[in-house]
């Protein structure tokens, strides 16, 4: 049997972790700046998760929903206290766009409605309601199509504001920064204008914190920069530091019904230990004031190479728009530097590192790109 062919893939084998370096099976030592889409958070191998990993092991690795699980009680706590959202509640499941999927299923039970807002260049996904909110025609199959989607314009007040009519609208899903769209974030008042309308509309906000929240820019979740509160927030990625576990967080005007959602592996044994693990090291080594400052430290230093076109971002998620005749310079970073990197297309360079990085990491990447640029 051969591998269903989904992905072009560098011609690399990784075989060792630790931090935010791999090394491949030739021994060529590599630095990790892209941690796996987001999700390596708090460095590979890291050594207080392994040890939460190891010991949950050997007491109980997985049983069903059907008992009651404290690790996932000790999860919400934990969750609540350092996102701020203490009076939330907590669903776990396991991958980004189940998160999504679920999220827009609790919105329509709430209100009753169809319709939803996404925007252009989203990416939330490739389950059946997801890659319908994803604009990426290309993923969306004859049998995810629904004419229950509204695509506006990213960061657009007036045509928000125009999309509510007739109270017709379950939920308005939006990520803070735009990954797969190339890093764009969305701006505050626009993230307060969707808060505004929801309220007014009885429409559920629903905050995609996927890849950018957990800490990544600096503040739990992305839209915080807003000073407002969604309705649910979806989490993944970095939530397990690469134990698959995914989530949402709920708020209060929401009433739960048995048999209303429902997973067999989300939230087992394993994932919350996972899961923990990376909250206590985000809060005990302060890694979302990390990723502030050293997030500020690279956007400073790459605003001042010449030939970029533009930096955007937040924290450590990073986003670097190369003219068009440098859209190889993310394949040179790694056959010549030895440097992972993520894009989006057509010329921009991904950086979602983990958080606990440092200076000497950013300061060896930020040379390579000053070498290629000037090639």
Known sequence: MNLFDVYPLNDVTIVKAEGSKVWDD????????????????IGHTNPHWVKRIEAQLHKI????????????????????????????????????AEANENALKLASFYNGRKKVIAFKRSFHGRTSLAVAATDNPSLVAPVNETENILFLPFNDEFALRGAFNNNTIAAVIVEGIQGVGGIIEATPEFLRTIRMLCDENNAVFIADSVQCGYGRTGRFYSHDISGINADIYTMAKGMGNGFPVAGISIAPKFTAKHFMLGTTFGGNHLACAAALAVLEEIEEKDLMKNAELTGSYL????????????????????????????????????AKHKIFTGEAKPNVIRLLPAL????????????????????
């Open 26 to 41: 030739k021994g060529n030592e590599y630095l990790d700046l892209y941690g796996g889409h987001a999700v390596i958070s």
């Open 61 to 96: 690795a997985f049983y069903s929903n059907s008992v009651k699980i404290p690790l996932q009680v000790e999860l919400a706590e934990k969750l609540g206290r350092i996102s701020g959202k203490e009076d939330y509640q907590l669903f776990l499941c396991n991958s980004g």
């Open 299 to 334: 956007l400073g230093e790459l605003k001042k190479i010449p030939r970029i076109t533009e930096v955007r971002g937040r924290g450590l998620m990073i986003g670097i728009e190369l003219p068009a005749d440098k859209k190889e310079v993310k394949k040179h970073l790694l």
């Open 356 to 375: 606990n990085i440092g200076k000497e990491e950013a300061d060896r990447f930020l040379e390579a790109l000053k070498l290629e640029l000037k090639s």
